[in-house]
T-cell receptor
């Protein structure tokens, strides 16, 4: 596996339901990021992990959002009580920590598109 | 906090035309700069990056970008575009040495007419 994998690629749900997305980063990368992208906009940062520690969360990440990376490998992003405004592409990225240049080069997955009806 | 501005939202060119996409950032310290590209139906891919040294950086597929510190700019260029360059292009910035968030511009949709 040479890339960042995300699952599912597309999720359609009804307002009020919970959804969970999974991200498998590049295996040697210890940093993992979640971004959200809406139509016509660039990706917006949501949260970031180094190994299993969640080191930063954006103010965009409301209480209904939770992310975990329990063993420092894959990560999940859960959205509880979804709202129509949550409809977006949720992107996962990973990078190699410990080296200044490599640490800042993010490799993105294909994304998980959420549609809330 | 850093921010990125991409002034061109949609650019339409004919094949073989020259391309320049503008990118300006705001941040007072040393930065790392990136251009990512998203081809239709595909994921974001790194086009080129600047960390330090020569301010003119070359990326894949004949693209280059020039970092002008005094203008806080990192414009993307290509001397002759191809139909296959049709994509959305995103400029991004992060504080150098930081593990914090990569901040993206809103993107420029490039359409190349055959």
């Amino acid at each position: 596996d040479t890339g960042v994998s995300q699952d599912p690629r597309h999720k359609i749900t009804k307002r009020g339901q919970n959804v969970t997305f999974r991200c498998d980063p590049i295996s040697e990368h210890n940093r993992l990021y979640w971004y959200r992208q809406t139509l016509g906009q660039g990706p917006e940062f949501l949260t970031y992990f180094q190994n299993e520690a969640q080191l930063e969360k954006s103010r965009l990440l409301s209480d209904r959002f939770s992310a975990e990376r329990p063993k420092g490998s894959f990560s999940t992003l859960e959205i509880q009580r979804t709202e129509q405004g949550d409809s977006a592409m949720y992107l996962c990225a990973s990078s190699l920590g410990g080296q200044v240049s490599g640490a800042n080069v993010l490799t993105f997955g294909a994304g998980s598109r959420l549609t809330v009806l | 906090a850093q921010s990125v501005s991409q002034h061109n939202h949609h650019v339409i060119l004919s094949e073989a035309a020259s391309l320049e996409l503008g990118c300006n950032y705001s941040y007072g310290g040393t930065v790392n700069l990136f251009w990512y590209v998203q081809y239709p139906g595909q994921h974001l891919q790194l086009l080129l990056k600047y960390f330090s040294g020569d301010p003119l950086v070359k990326g894949i597929k004949g693209f280059e970008a020039e970092f002008i510190k005094s203008k806080f700019s990192f414009n993307l260029r290509k001397p002759s575009v191809q139909w296959s360059d049709t994509a959305e292009y995103f400029c991004a910035v992060i504080a150098s040495g930081s593990a914090r968030q990569l901040t993206f511009g809103s993107g420029t949709q490039l359409t190349v007419l055959p």
